[in-house]
Every structure is written in C-alpha cells, then in structure tokens.
C-alpha cells in the first residue's frame, strides 16, 4: 500500500510538472508572437488614427502658415485657432502615436517646398513645431522633431 502511495504522489508530481511546462512553453510562445507583432499593429493602429485625423491637417496647415507667414500675414487669432485645432487632432490620437504622426505631419509641407526653404528657415520651422507641441499640453510633453521623420 504504502508502495502504490509514493507511486501515485510521483505520478501526480509528473503529471502536474509536465502540465506546467506545457503550460509555460505555450505562454512563451504567445508571448514572442505577440512581441514580433506588436510593433507592426501598432504601426497600423497609428497610421489610422493618422488618418482619421485627416494626416494632422490643422498641424500641417500651421506648418505652411509659419513657412509662409511673410505671403499668407495670418492674424493672431487665425494662428491660434489654427493650433487649437492641431492640438484637439493630436489629442484624439493615442499617446503612443501623437509624437511620430506629428513628426510626419510638419515635415509634409517641408518636403514639398524643399527647393524654397533655406536650412535655416527649416531649423526654425523645427524648433517651432517643437515649441507648438509642447505648448498642446500632451502626454508625450516633448516632441523632439528631426530633419528626417
């Protein structure tokens, strides 16, 4: 009796072991396919929402309104209606996305008027869209903007 006891205990260790490596193998394996996924939804993800927020318009707008400020003489008011309206579109984006879509959305109307903008002028227009992005109150509070996005 005491035989057929220690069989059982060692069959219920075996048994219980097995399930739990089992169980660990398989846990693993979901987690590096949903490692080697993420990055690729989560570009997705915030592509979408990039363009549901019609590509930032109201941010690219304000980009070329700063580009051209001599030609356009914008108002005040046209100004910051224009970055409130950039901010509530970054604001409806997730946290994760706000910084690179941003990103893209000032360097559009660069990248089209390359030929007409000096190096200097598109520094300045950098520093100011880092300054209008943290002026939007966003979580990223910095959006370090680079010559390529």
């Known amino acids: 009796m ?22 660990s193998f398989r846990t693993s394996i979901i987690e590096e396919e949903a490692a080697r ?22 941010c690219r707008m304000y980009v070329e309104k700063m580009m051209h400020k001599s030609l356009m ?23 994760e996305c706000r910084c690179d879509a941003f ?9 089209r008027e390359q030929r007409d903008i000096s190096k200097m002028t598109e520094e300045k227009i950098m520093r100011e869209a880092e300054r209008m992005y943290s002026q939007c109150n966003l979580s990223p509070r910095t959006c370090h903007m680079s010559r390529s996005a």
């Open 37 to 58: 996924s993420t990055p690729m939804r989560m570009e997705a993800m915030c592509m979408e929402q990039m363009m549901s927020q019609q590509m930032l318009s109201q």
């Open 103 to 111: 990103k893209v959305a000032v360097h559009m109307p660069i990248q």
């Open 73 to 95: 003489n914008p108002t005040r008011g046209e100004e910051e209606e224009c970055m409130d309206m950039c901010c509530q579109q970054l604001r409806s984006m997730d946290q």
């Open 2 to 23: 005491m035989k057929l006891t220690i069989v059982s205990a060692l069959l219920l260790v075996v048994v219980l072991t097995t399930g739990e490596a089992s169980t």
